[in-house]
């Protein structure tokens, strides 16, 4: 079957690709094999050398790796922009830090000697070929956030991209080829999802993670779990967005707007329901309704657009059925709603939307939304914002604005999420493991924690 590149903004199809044949595709999966057992003895210096050329290399290929993200899945081109810019900084970090991140740990000498040895210690190291399954919203920085930890802890990657960015996956291929890491390093595999399963199962395959839907989820770590092997998903979210009255109400409502529209509103970790006390609920929905009014839909080229289309077709139409759903069931529109009018009907645009005097049997009010539209709830304190914010099967991130230094640390402890950010939207950086938990997967990316995810965790006892 083959894989294509569509441009969401008129639904032309730019590039076609055969899917690898078998005989293809084990010879990727051999090369990784082989890859990884030399390239699991290099030193840290060297992956580290390696890792610091292709930063500078994705430095300088990001005016056009950025048009082919915003071709095949549409964000604004300063959005591309800037993911490109962030894997670069993220490349550097584990450059920098990897070493000491893996650095062996050695326990109290009291307890060395209680255990009978005369030296003893923690070593981690590389598994080896980790299958990486990927999706298509940050089609740049899903993959590296996964492949600097992982070739710089020594292991090798087997990127199954989403389908509908090829060219941005055959890119990743080539940029670490030209960063001076060995053939089959990091390899991008050509392949539908029903090829994901062999892959698992073949037994140089050593571990997977995953950043996709729940189902997909499913599916992995269902195989991942027969073969008994390692899994990390970062799966959906439906991030509450708490404002109380000590907050800096406008400029709640300011990042609001761009928590919820990030990446034309294709995120896991942007805020999708906002939870606003009684006191200031009409100052900040007018505010963060006037803001969502106030952005500009259009052509994702445009240096100038706020929102570019939704990725795909099909995404589109889930969107939209969610959305009339709950209308038809009582919620209010206070903006948007609707395919923008005035554009080319190929395109897969959608306005920003807010939606009001949502209920629970709505299926807005359970279900993730990929695309710009937001929830509004209105509540009476804390506690009925904790209780609806935790209302969700999902726990990736959650948002809280306060000036109360006690609702800071109410809600740190009792927000049901993988991270809790106050006064500020959710991000993700080098230094701070990302992930969740419920129904947003298991494990965590970036940091230390990350690096050490596809490590061996390796006691070394030495007897005296």
């Not at 899903?142 to 890119?171: C, E």
């Not at 009792?414 to 494990?443: C, E, I, W």
Request: with cysteine.
């Amino acid at each position: 079957m083959p894989i294509a590149t569509v441009n969401p903004a008129n639904g032309e199809t730019l590039e076609t690709y055969e899917a690898l044949s078998p005989d293809a595709l084990e010879e990727k999966l051999a090369l990784a094999a082989r890859t990884f057992a030399a390239y699991r003895t290099t030193v840290f210096e060297e992956r580290a050398r390696m890792m610091r050329h292709a930063a500078d290399l994705l430095d300088a290929d990001t005016p056009e790796i950025a048009r082919t993200m915003t071709l095949e899945m549409g964000k604004p081109i300063k959005a591309a922009r800037a993911e490109a810019a962030k894997c670069a900084r993220t490349m550097r970090w584990y450059a920098d830090h990897a070493q000491e991140l893996l650095a062996p740990e050695r326990p109290a000498e009291s307890d060395v000697k209680d255990s009978g040895a005369a030296r003893a210690e923690v070593r981690y190291r590389p598994l080896g070929p980790v299958l990486a399954v990927m999706p298509w919203n940050f089609p740049l920085w899903q993959v590296v956030r996964f492949a600097a930890p992982a070739l710089m802890a020594g292991n090798v990657g087997l990127l199954k991209h989403a389908s509908n960015v090829p060219q941005t996956a055959l890119y990743l291929e080539d940029l670490f080829l030209r960063a001076g890491f060995p053939e089959g390093c990091f390899q991008t595999l050509l392949i539908g999802s029903g090829a994901v399963e062999g892959v698992l199962r073949d037994e140089r395959v050593v571990a997977a993670t995953l950043t996709g839907s729940e189902p997909a989820g499913r599916s992995v770590a269902s195989v991942a779990g027969d073969e008994v092997k390692k899994t990390v998903l970062e799966l959906g979210g439906s991030d509450p967005y708490v404002v109380m009255p000590s907050a800096d109400v406008a400029k709640a409502a300011k990042t609001a707007v761009t928590a919820r529209t990030q990446n034309n509103g294709q995120s896991c970790i942007a805020a999708k329901r906002f939870i606003v006390h009684e006191d200031v609920f009409e100052e900040f929905r007018e505010a963060f309704v006037e803001g969502m009014r106030a952005l500009k839909v259009g052509d994702p080229l445009d240096e100038e657009t706020d929102i570019g289309p939704l990725a795909s077709e099909q995404g589109r139409k889930d969107l939209e059925e969610l959305v009339d759903e709950a209308v038809e069931s009582g919620a209010t529109v206070l903006c948007g709603g609707r395919r923008p009018k005035d554009f080319d009907r190929h395109g897969w645009f959608y306005e920003p939307t807010v939606l009001a005097d949502i209920t629970p049997e709505m299926r807005i009010h359970r279900e993730e939304t990929f695309g710009p539209v937001a929830t509004l709830y209105r509540v009476t304190g804390l506690d009925a914002a904790i209780e609806l914010a935790n209302d969700t099967p999902f726990g990736l991130s959650s948002n809280l604005w306060t000036g109360d230094a006690e609702e800071i640390e109410r809600f740190a402890r009792d927000s049901q999420a993988g991270g809790v950010f106050v006064n500020g939207m959710t991000a993700s950086h080098p230094a701070l493991p990302f992930g969740g938990n419920k129904r947003s997967g298991y494990g965590r990316e970036l940091s230390g924690h990350g690096i050490k995810e596809f490590c061996d965790i390796t006691t070394v006892w030495i007897g005296a």
